[in-house]
C-alpha cells in the first residue's frame, strides 16, 4: 500500500519495531561514527588538585636567592668558617650571580608557561563540555523530531 511515496507497512513495521523494542531507535541513532573527543580525563579529577598543588608550589618556589644566610653549627671554629664562606661568596659573586639570573629568569618563565598551560587546559575542558552538552541537545531534538514523524504517519492511517 503506497500513500504519496511513502511505504505505509514499512513505516508501519519500523513503528512496530520501535515500540517492540525502544532502544532500537536510539540505538540506531547513536551509531552514527563521530570524531571522538581527545580523553582528558588524566588531567583532571582526581588529577586537578595536585595539578593546582604542582602550580601553587612552582609559584612560591621560583625565585632563587643566591644571598642566603650563611652559618656554622661549629662552637669552635663556626666564626672562621662563617668569615670564610662570606669572603669566597663575595669572591664569587662576579661568577654566581649571572648564571643565579639566568636560573630565576628561566624558572620565571617556566612557571608563567605552566600558569597559561592550567588556564588553557581549564578553557578547553570549559569549551569541550558545551560543545558536548550543544552536541547531546541537537541529538535529542532530531530524535524527538523522528518520534513526531512516525507518531504523525502513524496517526494518519
Known amino acids: 500500500m503506497r500513500n ?4 505505509v507497512e514499512q513505516v508501519m ?13 536510539l540505538a540506531d541513532f547513536w551509531k552514527e561514527e563521530r570524531i ?3 580523553n582528558l580525563t588524566f ?13 601553587d608550589l612552582v609559584s612560591r618556589n621560583w625565585e632563587i636567592d643566591s644571598e642566603f644566610e650563611l ?16 669572603v669566597t661568596r663575595a669572591s664569587l659573586r662576579w661568577y654566581v650571580n649571572p648564571i643565579v639570573h639566568q636560573v630565576r629568569k628561566f624558572n620565571m618563565l617556566v612557571t608563567r608557561t605552566l600558569h597559561d598551560l592550567a588556564n588553557n587546559l ?6 569541550v563540555a558545551r560543545l558536548e552538552k550543544a552536541e547531546t541537545e541537537s541529538r535529542v531534538a532530531e530524535l524527538e ?6 507518531e504523525e504517519k502513524a ?3
Open 43 to 55: 588531567l583532571y579529577p582526581p588529577y586537578s588538585k595536585t595539578l593546582m598543588v604542582n602550580l
Open 155 to 157: 496517526g494518519g492511517e
Open 145 to 150: 523530531e523522528k518520534l513526531r514523524g512516525l
Open 4 to 7: 504519496k511515496g511513502v511505504d
Open 71 to 86: 652559618g656554622s653549627r661549629r662552637r669552635l671554629t663556626g666564626k672562621p668558617a662563617v668569615a670564610f664562606k662570606r
Open 122 to 127: 581549564d578553557e578547553l575542558r570549559d569549551r
Open 36 to 38: 571522538k573527543a581527545p
Open 13 to 25: 513495521e519500523e513503528v512496530n519495531r520501535a515500540v517492540a523494542a525502544p532502544d532500537t531507535l
